[in-house]
């Protein structure tokens, strides 16, 4: 508490106690105040440990995001932007830099103005770091746990250039409940029980006989076959083990690799792994574009830009191009209508011969036609093209992807009219 | 013989006493084997018009529906082939209780394609033998870790009708049933002349050949690339021995243990011939080889009343064989240089009118088979046609003279302990007799 102040000599700071304590003394330049006086900005300060639930509670109530937080004692939790020693002078810089801010932004209760003001404020990037109390399993200390979803809104900044991301992790999430608490086991896959053991295989080379080594006896000087009784005394000359089974302890079952299976800690719902979608994690840093955007009072409800308005763009520029000029244009729109034992089987297998189609598609195009991702399939627009042009590229994109793409999405290609390509721009 | 301007003219100058000096061979070795068979086939044929509503009773069906089926599929390097054979055994009729693949030490991604069938549960259980041991260790080992009552024995590299498994555990309803096999055709006869020749060796050998030895109850080999067994015959008798030729030995051992074999005609597979004349030499060269060891030294005892193991049935069977094989085969040289002794370059028009013979033979034994089985469209027969020219000769002619070689190869030197059938650390070990 003997920290030294950089107060302006006029003004008093607002701070509410939590929970109050009329013995503490604060800081000169600071005033007590209460959560319900309307004064803001102020700061609340902890002035004892408390529990995860209380300190959500109380955030609920006061309802503003970009209010300081801080706590007198040591605590490294994400809710506070300092603590121990020197908050009291962080607390300061935070409520002069939100003080400066638009009317608009600190109003705002755009998860984006959010986030743009809080990094400015707290004058932090958003660092993404483990948290086993979040259900996601990652944090982000400079939100202050405020957002729910902070990523989403962090990515539709990024997407406007206020934000510039580096990758920080993968993690599996379960399908059930979105959570990253999960239990990895190796598993039995005939009853998924994780209950196996591994055992060798012994190949008796006289007699041919291969089976586990636990149906050989043992006995002195070395293992008995079973079928033929002959003793196997010496590895490579009587016998060899050339592999290993995972036997299930409790359905017996027999494999040579165990099965992957994800519990999740949640929700407790069980997983194959090939069921299991994964989610990208960033660390985000605030760019130039991000401050002026701030500043100049935030993003407000402006969605961000889409990928698909650029097709949408281009589509529309084709039709009023062909209806001046006739200069044909061809549509084709794909749907990725083939084998549900893979989709339902192993979805990133699905998702990853998708994304190998794109690839080739991509490939198989000019430079000049334009592809995109639509519902459960593909768009793609190829200007200045008739319909006699269009039957060799749909031929070579089949020949390409029957190259590469070993397993069959089952794509289907049709070629749009007119009409329904000026009802695809409706849609879109 | 200087009047005479063709074979044609041959066969129609020779009165029967001279017809039977030069034909002999045909005559006492060939023509009856063909009789016989047409006799058979066509006895068959007619008892089954006469008979038409014999088939299996509510109770056999019930049977037949209770017995668990396991499929083992253990194959080398088969990436290729796996998921073609899978999904047509997910095509069947018959409910498959149990998948087993095995892949023995392959190096062509067969595990990472069994595993994928795993995950897609289209296969039940993958195992791995990280260094290979053979075909015979690895069915072996996915049918001793088997748990159905039949065990069914299948090849990577075939696939098989929608009924085909249904079909060939019928005869398991017969509780002395040991082990059922079915038919095989050849579906890449226009690949080359060779494998056109190999179609119709196997549309005669299987339509014919196969259904006296069922008609005799002397079904000689349950092949390993369809084959069904009870489980409890294959455990008596130990499953595979290592060493090629393991469908024949086995079946063999089985016969022996007093089970019978059954052959199903309707019951098919379907597999890629050899296209390289090479290839079928190498082939048929190791499958004579065998035929040779396991025949004539493991099973000599069938020869041999006094011993204990000797069964009627069995002598009957290796005479069969003699009679029917091992003498044609090493008579035919004999013939041929006789004949060339005696008639010099008149030989060629003797030559020509056996293959005349040969031809008339082979045509009406394709026409048979191809009428019996009924299995196979106009276009292929069509197609197999002008191969039926030369085929009789180059199955009677050419490849006689390979398996003659290889039977002097197996039993002047045991060539077959050099086979590279399993590998040389195994084959150096294993019992071969």
Same mark, same amino acid.
């Given at each position: 508490?003997n920290?030294?102040?950089r107060?302006?000599?006029?003004?008093?700071f607002r701070?509410v106690l939590?929970?109050r304590?009329?013995n503490?003394?604060?800081?000169?330049?600071?005033t007590?105040?209460g959560?319900?006086?309307?004064?803001?900005?102020?700061?609340?300060?902890?002035t004892t440990?408390?529990?995860?639930?209380?300190?959500?509670?109380?955030?609920?109530?006061?309802?503003?995001p970009?209010v300081?937080l801080?706590?007198?004692?040591?605590?490294?939790?994400?809710?506070f932007?300092?603590?121990?020693?020197?908050?009291?002078e962080?607390?300061?810089?935070?409520?002069?830099?939100?003080?400066?801010l638009?009317?608009?932004?600190?109003n705002?209760a755009?998860?984006?103005?959010?986030?743009?003001?809080?990094?400015?404020?707290?004058?932090?990037?958003?660092t993404?770091?483990?948290?086993t109390?979040?259900?996601g399993?990652v944090?982000?200390?400079?939100?202050g746990g405020?957002?729910?979803?902070?990523?989403?809104?962090?990515n539709?900044l990024?997407q406007?250039?206020c934000?510039s991301?580096?990758?920080?992790?993968?993690?599996?999430i379960?399908?059930?409940?979105?959570g990253?608490?999960?239990n990895?086991?190796?598993e039995?896959?005939?009853?998924?029980?994780p209950?196996i053991?591994?055992?060798?295989?012994?190949h008796?080379?006289?007699c041919?006989?291969?089976g586990?080594?636990?149906?050989?006896k043992?006995s002195?000087?070395?293992?008995?076959c079973?079928?033929?009784n002959d003793?196997?005394?010496?590895?490579?000359?009587?016998?060899?083990?050339?592999?290993?089974?995972?036997?299930?302890?409790s359905?017996n079952?027999?494999?040579d690799?165990?099965?992957?299976?994800f519990v999740c800690?949640?929700c407790?719902?069980w997983?194959?792994?090939?069921?299991?979608p994964?989610?990208?994690?960033?660390s985000?840093k605030?760019?130039?574009a991000?401050?002026?955007?701030l500043?100049?009072?935030?993003v407000?409800?402006?969605?961000?830009?889409?990928?698909?308005?650029t097709?949408?763009?281009i589509l529309?520029?084709?039709?009023?191009?062909e209806?001046?000029f006739q200069t044909?244009?061809?549509v084709?729109?794909?749907?990725?209508?083939g084998?549900?034992?893979?989709?339902?089987h192993?979805?990133?297998?699905?998702?990853r011969?998708?994304?190998?189609?794109?690839?080739?598609?991509?490939?198989?195009l000019?430079?000049?036609?334009?592809?995109?991702?639509?519902d459960?399939?593909?768009?793609?627009?190829l200007?200045h093209?008739?319909?006699?042009?269009?039957?060799p590229?749909?031929?070579?994109i089949?020949?390409?992807m029957s190259e590469?793409?070993?397993?069959?999405?089952?794509?289907r290609?049709?070629?749009?009219?007119?009409?329904?390509?000026?009802?695809?721009l409706?849609?879109? | %013989?200087?009047a005479?301007?063709?074979p044609?003219?041959?066969?129609?100058?020779?009165?029967?006493?001279?017809?039977l000096?030069?034909?002999?061979f045909?005559?006492?070795?060939?023509?009856?084997r063909?009789t016989?068979?047409?006799?058979?086939?066509?006895?068959q044929?007619l008892?089954?018009a006469l008979?038409?509503?014999?088939?299996?009773? %509510?109770?056999?069906?019930l049977?037949?529906?209770?017995?668990?089926?396991?499929?083992v599929v253990?194959?080398?390097?088969?990436a290729?082939?796996m998921r073609?054979?899978?999904?047509s055994l997910?095509?069947?009729?018959?409910r498959i209780?149990e998948i087993?693949?095995?892949?023995?030490g392959s190096?062509?991604?067969m595990r990472e394609v069994?595993?994928?069938l795993r995950?897609?549960g289209?296969?039940?259980?993958?195992l791995?033998?990280?260094?290979r041991?053979?075909k015979?260790?690895?069915?072996n080992l996915?049918?001793?870790l088997?748990?159905?009552?039949i065990?069914?024995?299948?090849?990577a590299d075939?696939s098989?009708d929608?009924d085909a498994?249904e079909?060939?555990?019928?005869?398991f309803?017969?509780?002395?049933?040991?082990?059922?096999c079915?038919?095989?055709g050849i579906r890449?006869?226009?690949?080359s002349?060779?494998?056109?020749?190999?179609?119709?060796?196997?549309?005669i050998?299987i339509?014919l050949?196969?259904?006296v030895?069922? =008609?005799?109850n002397?079904?000689?080999?349950?092949?390993?690339?369809?084959g069904?067994?009870?489980r409890?015959?294959?455990?008596?008798?130990?499953?595979?021995?290592?060493?090629?030729?393991?469908?024949?030995?086995?079946?063999?051992?089985i016969r022996?243990?007093?089970?019978?074999?059954?052959?199903v005609?309707?019951?098919w597979c379907?597999?890629?011939?050899l296209?390289?004349f090479?290839?079928l030499v190498?082939?048929r060269r190791?499958?004579?080889?065998?035929?040779?060891?396991?025949?004539?030294r493991?099973?000599?005892?069938s =020869?041999?009343p006094?011993k204990?193991s000797?069964r009627?049935?069995e002598?009957?069977?290796?005479?069969?064989?003699?009679i029917m094989t091992?003498?044609?085969?090493?008579?035919f040289?004999?013939?041929?240089?006789g004949?060339l002794?005696?008639?010099g370059?008149?030989? =060629?028009f003797?030559i020509?009118?056996?293959?005349?013979v040969?031809i008339f033979l082979?045509?009406?034994?394709f026409?048979?088979a191809?009428?019996?089985?009924?299995? =196979?469209?106009a276009?292929t027969v069509?197609?197999?046609?002008?191969f039926?020219?030369?085929?009789?000769?180059?199955?009677?002619?050419?490849?006689?003279?390979?398996?003659?070689?290889a039977y002097?190869?197996?039993?002047?030197f045991?060539?077959s302990?050099?086979?590279?059938?399993?590998?040389?650390?195994?084959?150096r070990?294993?019992?071969?007799y």
């Amino acid at each position: 508490m003997n920290t030294v102040l950089r107060l302006r000599p006029t003004e008093k700071f607002r701070c509410v106690l939590f929970p109050r304590d009329d013995n503490i003394t604060i800081p000169d330049g600071w005033t007590k105040s209460g959560i319900d006086s309307g004064d803001w900005p102020f700061t609340i300060v902890m002035t004892t440990p408390l529990a995860d639930p209380l300190i959500d509670r109380l955030l609920k109530r006061v309802n503003d995001p970009l209010v300081p937080l801080i706590s007198l004692l040591p605590d490294d939790r994400d809710w506070f932007d300092a603590s121990g020693p020197g908050c009291w002078e962080q607390a300061l810089a935070i409520t002069e830099r939100l003080e400066k801010l638009p009317e608009q932004i600190r109003n705002s209760a755009n998860p984006e103005d959010i986030i743009l003001a809080r990094l400015h404020s707290r004058d932090a990037d958003m660092t993404a770091s483990y948290n086993t109390t979040q259900p996601g399993m990652v944090s982000y200390a400079a939100l202050g746990g405020r957002l729910d979803a902070p990523a989403e809104a962090a990515n539709k900044l990024v997407q406007r250039d206020c934000l510039s991301r580096s990758f920080f992790d993968r993690l599996h999430i379960c399908p059930q409940c979105r959570g990253s608490a999960l239990n990895v086991r190796e598993e039995c896959h005939a009853c998924r029980s994780p209950q196996i053991d591994e055992q060798a295989i012994v190949h008796h080379f006289r007699c041919g006989y291969e089976g586990l080594e636990k149906t050989f006896k043992r006995s002195d000087g070395g293992l008995q076959c079973p079928q033929c009784n002959d003793m196997l005394r010496h590895i490579g000359l009587d016998y060899d083990k050339p592999g290993s089974a995972i036997e299930c302890q409790s359905c017996n079952s027999i494999n040579d690799t165990p099965a992957i299976g994800f519990v999740c800690m949640g929700c407790r719902a069980w997983h194959d792994a090939a069921q299991m979608p994964v989610r990208d994690w960033f660390s985000y840093k605030m760019t130039p574009a991000g401050t002026r955007t701030l500043l100049a009072g935030g993003v407000g409800e402006l969605a961000p830009p889409d990928r698909s308005d650029t097709f949408k763009l281009i589509l529309q520029q084709a039709l009023q191009h062909e209806t001046a000029f006739q200069t044909p244009f061809q549509v084709l729109r794909g749907v990725f209508a083939g084998d549900a034992a893979t989709q339902t089987h192993n979805l990133r297998l699905a998702s990853r011969t998708e994304d190998l189609v794109m690839d080739v598609l991509r490939s198989a195009l000019r430079p000049v036609d334009t592809v995109t991702r639509h519902d459960n399939g593909v768009l793609i627009l190829l200007p200045h093209m008739d319909r006699e042009g269009i039957e060799p590229v749909i031929a070579e994109i089949e020949q390409r992807m029957s190259e590469v793409v070993r397993t069959d999405p089952g794509l289907r290609l049709d070629i749009l009219s007119r009409r329904e390509a000026e009802q695809l721009l409706e849609e879109l | %013989m200087d009047a005479l301007h063709g074979p044609a003219d041959v066969l129609g100058a020779l009165d029967w006493h001279t017809s039977l000096a030069m034909f002999w061979f045909m005559v006492l070795l060939e023509i009856p084997r063909f009789t016989f068979a047409f006799l058979v086939v066509a006895g068959q044929k007619l008892a089954q018009a006469l008979r038409p509503g014999s088939g299996q009773s %509510m109770a056999d069906e019930l049977l037949l529906e209770s017995l668990k089926v396991s499929i083992v599929v253990a194959g080398h390097n088969e990436a290729h082939a796996m998921r073609a054979c899978i999904r047509s055994l997910r095509e069947q009729t018959r409910r498959i209780d149990e998948i087993i693949c095995v892949d023995d030490g392959s190096t062509d991604g067969m595990r990472e394609v069994l595993a994928q069938l795993r995950a897609e549960g289209l296969i039940d259980i993958a195992l791995c033998n990280q260094d290979r041991c053979g075909k015979v260790a690895g069915a072996n080992l996915g049918m001793m870790l088997a748990s159905g009552d039949i065990i069914v024995n299948l090849d990577a590299d075939c696939s098989y009708d929608r009924d085909a498994i249904e079909l060939l555990i019928a005869p398991f309803v017969d509780p002395n049933v040991g082990a059922t096999c079915g038919s095989i055709g050849i579906r890449n006869h226009t690949a080359s002349v060779v494998a056109s020749y190999q179609a119709i060796e196997y549309i005669i050998s299987i339509g014919l050949g196969k259904r006296v030895q069922e =008609f005799l109850n002397i079904v000689t080999c349950a092949s390993g690339a369809f084959g069904a067994f009870r489980r409890e015959c294959f455990h008596q008798i130990g499953g595979n021995e290592p060493a090629s030729g393991e469908d024949f030995d086995m079946t063999m051992r089985i016969r022996r243990a007093g089970w019978s074999v059954r052959f199903v005609a309707d019951a098919w597979c379907f597999t890629d011939a050899l296209p390289t004349f090479g290839g079928l030499v190498r082939q048929r060269r190791r499958w004579d080889r065998d035929t040779v060891r396991i025949r004539l030294r493991k099973f000599r005892s069938s =020869f041999l009343p006094t011993k204990g193991s000797w069964r009627s049935l069995e002598t009957v069977e290796q005479l069969e064989f003699i009679i029917m094989t091992l003498l044609p085969t090493l008579v035919f040289p004999l013939y041929l240089g006789g004949m060339l002794l005696f008639l010099g370059s008149g030989l =060629f028009f003797i030559i020509g009118a056996v293959a005349l013979v040969y031809i008339f033979l082979e045509l009406c034994a394709f026409l048979l088979a191809v009428f019996i089985s009924g299995r =196979f469209p106009a276009r292929t027969v069509l197609e197999l046609l002008p191969f039926l020219l030369t085929s009789g000769l180059f199955n009677g002619g050419v490849m006689r003279l390979v398996r003659l070689y290889a039977y002097f190869e197996e039993w002047v030197f045991r060539t077959s302990k050099d086979d590279r059938y399993s590998p040389s650390r195994v084959q150096r070990i294993a019992a071969i007799y």
